[in-house]
């Protein structure tokens, strides 16, 4: 009898401790932990082939902790960069690139309710690039009613070319309202698998400059 009490009271010992373990178990995301998200707006100075480009985006996602932000975001490139002749799809046609790229956006928050912080950043996912006849953009100005818009929507983009991106960045983030952050920044964009005419990965790979305003729950 006196054995069996024995065992028990080691049991229930046991078992005691193995709850109070459990109670001081840390883990990523706690229980009843703060879930909240914002959206950003960003643009991006840059190069690609050794000209300016300039790339805005979006993104947006839930923010945990007031740490971690996972969400999705897309980005694509806004001004005229023109195509060499000599890799152009199309002989003797006038025509640019398009630069784009969709994917995951995680970001890491040091310190989140100082007014100045720092937030470290990584993009990752798909690139693309083609070519396209821009136009002259001044024909819309003489564009009258009994023109043939089908002829304005056709698909003049050539060479589409896809690839990975991984995109890592840090920000000097400024809390200006409750509700908004500047975020001015750098990253560096490294493509992998590009082969488009005159797109190596060295053309597509390059530092960003880079201005974001967040909008949202912080």
Not at 148 to 173: A, C, I, L, M, Y
Request: a negative charge; charged letters at 20%.
């Amino acid at each position: 009898m006196k054995k069996n009490l024995t065992s028990m009271t080691l049991l229930l010992l046991l078992i005691a401790g193995w709850a109070h373990a459990q109670d001081d178990m840390q883990t990523v995301f706690k229980s009843g932990g703060r879930v909240t998200g914002y959206g950003a707006l960003t643009n991006k100075f840059t190069s690609i082939r050794g000209k300016y480009a300039n790339i805005s985006g979006v993104y947006g996602g839930v923010y945990l902790n007031q740490r971690l932000f996972l969400g999705l975001g897309g980005a694509a490139s806004t001004n005229n960069i023109a195509v060499p002749a000599e890799y152009s799809a199309i002989p003797g046609a006038d025509l640019t690139y398009q630069y784009g790229q969709c994917g995951l956006v995680t970001e890491y928050v040091l310190n989140s309710n100082k007014v100045f912080h720092v937030t470290f950043s990584l993009f990752s996912g798909a690139g693309f690039t083609l070519q396209y006849d821009r136009h002259d953009w001044d024909d819309w100005d003489d564009w009258d009613d009994d023109d043939d818009f089908d002829d304005w929507d056709r698909d003049d983009s050539h060479d589409e070319n896809w690839f990975t991106v991984v995109e890592p960045g840090v920000q000097v983030e400024v809390n200006v309202f409750r509700w908004m952050r500047f975020s001015p920044g750098v990253s560096y964009r490294a493509a992998f698998g590009s082969d488009g005419k005159g797109l190596s990965d060295s053309d597509l790979s390059d530092i960003s400059y880079n201005v974001t305003l967040k909008f949202g729950r912080f």
